[in-house]
């Protein structure tokens, strides 16, 4: 009972997910993004990609 808790509760912190920028399965930090009115989930890899390029474009 114990341990199907813990289970529960990584999943629903830091579980796997997909990039919809890169493709792939990633675990760690997900940001979550509204890009031009879609929903997007972004590893953090491409998100600091996004800033940088948001940073050389002005925004
Ligand atoms: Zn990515």
Redesign the pocket.
Known sequence: MVLAMLTVLSLAGCGKFT??????E?SGKKHTETVMGQKMT??????K?LEDLADSLGF
Do not use: R
């Open positions: 990039c919809d920028l890169c493709s792939q990633k972004i590893c953090n890899d491409c998100y990609g």
